[in-house]
Every structure is written in C-alpha cells, then in structure tokens.
C-alpha cells in the first residue's frame, strides 16, 4: 500500500521530477532509455519500477533475454551489444555512488559511442530513475497486480 501520493501531497516537487522524466525520455534512445531505468531499479531494489520498466522494454519490443541479462549485464555476452554495456556500466557507476563510481574507465567506455550532449542526456536519465525509485521505495509502491496488470 502506498503511504503517500506524492502528486498529490507535493505537487511542485512531482511535477519537477516528471519535467525531468520528460526531458530524459525524449534525449536518450528509448531502448537504452528502458535499459538504463530498468538497471537502476534492480540495483536500487525497486520492485515497483523493475515491474513497471521491464514491462514498458518488453511492449516496445526488447526482447526477454535482453531484459534478463540487464540483471547480470557484465556475464551476459552476446545478449548485449557494446553500446548498451557502456550504458549499464554508466548506470551501476551513477546509481552505485561512492568515492570510486564514475571512473574514467567508465566514462571513457560510455565517450567511445556517445557525443558530449548524448553523455549529459544520459547521466539525467540515470539521475532521474534514481529519484523515482527513492520516491517508489519511500511512499511503500509495489507492483499493481489486478485485471488490468495480470501476473500472468
């Protein structure tokens, strides 16, 4: 059960938070854009945004077992291209902050496939997933499960 409804108790806040969403979402490719959000959610135990970011991949036609190697993305061989790798790695390295996160070594990766503008989108991307998890885990969200969100 959720403990509040943020758009409605903090509409300002909610509100800058989807402007962010809204820039995100139209800066950075929509594959990578479900990839990254869908990482981001299992590093920061988001059962809400796992459910709801594996889903959204899967209708805009991700295939399942590149869903699945998001979980283990550095063991995943072929299931990943180069690209997105760099793009997971970036993920784990933003979302896992720390005094070694966002290496050279990582950014570098990521510099290799994508311009100056493209980095900065994705770093948004990554930053804003992350809020939204912390939102989703503060407010008690869990994954809808009625008629029109089946398990199965």
Same mark, same amino acid.
């Given at each position: 059960?959720?403990?509040?409804?943020?758009?409605?108790?903090?509409?300002?806040?909610?509100?800058?938070?989807?402007?962010?969403?809204?820039?995100?979402?139209?800066?950075?490719?929509?594959?990578?854009?479900? %990839?990254?959000?869908?990482? #981001?959610?299992? +590093?920061? !135990?988001?059962?809400?945004?796992? &459910?709801?970011?594996?889903?959204? @991949? =899967?209708?805009?036609?991700?295939?399942?077992?590149?869903?699945?190697?998001?979980?283990?993305?550095?063991?995943?061989?072929?299931?990943?291209?180069?690209?997105?790798?760099?793009? %997971?790695?970036?993920?784990? #390295?933003?979302? +896992?902050? !720390?005094?070694?996160?966002?290496? &050279?070594?990582?950014?570098?990766? @990521? =510099?290799?496939?994508?311009?100056?503008?493209?980095?900065?989108?994705?770093?948004?991307?990554?930053?804003?997933?992350?809020?939204?998890?912390?939102?989703?885990?503060?407010?008690?969200?869990?994954?809808?499960?009625?008629?029109?969100?089946?398990?199965?």
């Amino acid at each position: 059960m959720t403990r509040i409804d943020l758009s409605r108790t903090n509409r300002g806040g909610y509100a800058a938070v989807l402007a962010l969403e809204a820039y995100a979402r139209t800066h950075v490719d929509k594959t990578l854009y479900e %990839l990254l959000k869908l990482r #981001a959610s299992i +590093l920061n !135990g988001c059962g809400f945004c796992v &459910d709801m970011h594996a889903t959204a @991949a =899967a209708t805009h036609g991700v295939p399942a077992r590149t869903l699945h190697a998001v979980a283990a993305w550095q063991h995943a061989g072929e299931l990943l291209d180069d690209r997105q790798r760099a793009v %997971l790695a970036l993920t784990d #390295a933003v979302t +896992l902050v !720390g005094p070694e996160s966002v290496t &050279d070594e990582v950014w570098e990766r @990521a =510099a290799v496939f994508f311009s100056e503008k493209e980095l900065g989108s994705l770093v948004v991307a990554i930053a804003t997933i992350n809020v939204w998890n912390r939102i989703a885990l503060a407010t008690g969200m869990t994954p809808p499960v009625d008629a029109a969100h089946p398990v199965a």
